[in-house]
């Protein structure tokens, strides 16, 4: 049972750095705080489920959300640089869209995926040990994707788009568009998002229209757990602690269920470490100033 | 090489704060000039460098880079024919990306970026000579951070950023002002080095009266949105420090007022 629960944890752990590589591209590469992210995970999760019940092969449904996912970061940078939005606004009113839109695909809340081919009964097809499938699934696509940023954001739209997080006034009066650059990184991250969002829903059997409910938290908690845990040098660095802090995140929360706490506290547990985390460097200065004014 | 034609500039315009920055302003730059530009506050020497960036747009007038109108381009357009540097020296380089990205940016300068390296093997050993050639000991710092240098390494980084593609306007926008004095006068030092081996048709805004008739070939003294003084090369040799504060009181019949003003080193 125990091993049970740790493995699933890890296979969790995977299945949503996926999504949380796409949170860290916003969050720290472009200093964009997207919560699209709460309405373009389900999105995936919705794509991924209707496409298959209705008989789409397993593969084409699981890369589809990148394509929509990507549309829907397109939409919030337009809202943002076009229209002039806030960001953090742009984001919310694209995920509140895509509520509507989400149940418009799924015709329901709610999509069972019980004895339908998936992604997932297609690897199991191939004759593996019973835990193992999901695990190497995920495993192979959190791996391909941090490859892949490790990659781009090396490339010459790569570093404008780092730039345009870092010093956007710099990177435009060097030749960038700031505003495509923006643009370009919402698309990607919230490909990433649907991906995962498509993928969670096969692995857990269902998709449902308020499984993206907090998806932002989770995964800033992934990206902040990362950084804390295994240190945020480099880009490579990064997007490895990344998919490493996905990991731990997930065990924290077998942990707390396994205490005790209901599967409904885990929102709750999930926001005091987020607030946890991105307060303690604060509340370190601030005691060490205390401490100094006492001292001196 | 650039032509700056009756440019008048208002701010709020038609509103009650309406205020008059420039004022039918009227330059000409040939290439390979050096122009120094300093005037009291509120002159326009800020509005002035902006317009012809791009930050800003005009009310009347135009401006000519080669004969071209650059004001239907937008600033990141511009980018291609000017660079620009700016007092404080965390505008001019991302601090969270190394060195070696910092300049690599700077090399695609108004290109188009694609999905190729952002970072060349032949770049890195250019960046490396050019370093050097600073003395600050930055060639052996490629893959450091840029927010961990000091304020002088990152202008010198910056000017070096601004001119490795050799742009055909290069703006300074009083670049040294925020620099302690011996790590201004070197950022001063490389940059007369670094704009006559280019020959770079440049554009320099000054509080220091005594590096405006130093530098270059060219001085324009603004006030109140108009250019009240245009000396060019054996003129501008000539002028002193004292003969700049007679020209301004002859001119304007007030006491030249700016409170950061340097009348010498």
């Known amino acids: 049972m125990k091993v049970g629960f740790l493995i699933a944890s890890v296979e969790q752990g995977f299945v949503y750095a996926v999504m949380a590589l796409g949170v860290y591209l916003t969050f720290r590469i472009l200093d964009f705080p997207d919560l699209t992210v709460d309405g373009s995970f389900p999105l995936g999760a919705a794509i991924a489920a209707k496409m298959i019940v209705n008989g789409s092969s397993p593969l084409i449904s699981t890369f589809m959300p990148l394509i929509f996912g990507a549309l829907a970061g397109i939409i919030t940078g337009l809202l943002h640089t076009k229209g002039k939005i806030t960001g953090l606004l742009a984001g919310i009113l694209t995920m509140i869209a895509l509520y509507s839109i989400n149940l418009r695909i799924m015709d329901k809340p709610n999509i069972p995926l019980l004895r339908e081919e998936t992604i997932i009964t297609m690897v199991s097809g191939l004759g593996l040990p019973k835990w193992l499938p999901s695990l190497a699934l995920f495993v192979v696509f959190a791996l391909i994707i941090k490859l892949f940023l490790d990659w781009f954001l090396f490339t010459e739209i790569g570093l404008a788009i780092r730039a345009t997080g870092d010093n956007p006034h710099m990177i435009r009066s060097l030749g960038a568009n700031t505003d495509n650059m923006k643009i370009l990184g919402l698309a990607i991250s919230n490909a990433l998002v649907a991906f995962s969002g498509g993928l969670v829903a096969q692995y857990q059997g269902f998709a449902d229209v308020g499984m993206g409910i907090g998806m932002i938290i989770a995964g800033l908690a992934a990206v902040i757990i990362g950084e804390v845990v295994f240190g945020a040098g480099g880009i490579k660095r990064a997007t490895i602690a990344v998919v490493g802090g996905s990991i731990l995140y997930r065990l924290a929360i077998a942990a707390a269920l396994l205490s005790g706490l209901r599967p409904s506290d885990l929102k709750l547990i999930t926001a005091l470490l987020v607030v946890f985390a991105l307060s303690t460097p604060r509340v370190k200065a601030l005691l060490s100033q205390n401490k100094t004014a006492v001292d001196g | ?265």
């Open chain 2, 1 to 265: 090489m650039l032509k700056i034609q009756d440019v008048t500039k208002y701010f709020n315009l038609n509103t009650v704060d309406q205020k008059l920055a420039l004022s039918q302003v009227s330059i000409d730059l040939n290439e390979g000039d050096f122009m120094t530009v300093i005037g009291s506050n509120g002159a326009g020497k800020s509005t002035l460098l902006n317009i012809i960036a791009g930050v800003h747009s005009v009310d009347q007038g135009a401006v000519l880079l080669d004969g071209k109108n650059i004001l239907v381009l937008p600033e990141y357009r511009r980018a291609l024919y000017i660079s620009r540097i700016f007092q404080d020296p965390m505008k001019g380089t991302a601090p969270n990306m190394t060195v070696e990205e910092n300049l690599s940016m700077a090399m695609a300068r108004g290109k188009k970026r694609g999905l190729r390296k952002g970072i060349s093997r032949g770049n890195r050993e250019m960046f490396k000579e050019s370093l050097a050639q600073l003395e600050l000991g930055l060639e052996d710092r490629l893959n450091d951070k840029v927010g961990l240098l000091s304020g002088g390494q990152r202008q010198a980084i910056t000017l070096l950023m601004s001119t490795i593609t050799s742009p055909k306007l290069l703006l300074l926008d009083e670049h040294t002002a925020a620099l302690d004095p011996k790590t201004g006068s070197k950022i001063v030092e490389l940059t007369e080095k670094i704009v006559s081996d280019n020959n770079l048709t440049t554009m320099m805004v000054t509080h220091n009266m005594e590096q405006a008739l130093s530098l270059g070939n060219r001085l324009i003294m603004l006030h109140g949105g108009k250019v009240i003084l245009d000396l060019k090369d054996d003129q501008k040799k000539r002028m002193t420090v004292d003969g700049l504060l007679y020209e301004f009181e002859r001119s304007r019949g007030e006491k030249f007022v700016d409170d950061r003003v340097i009348l010498a080193n």
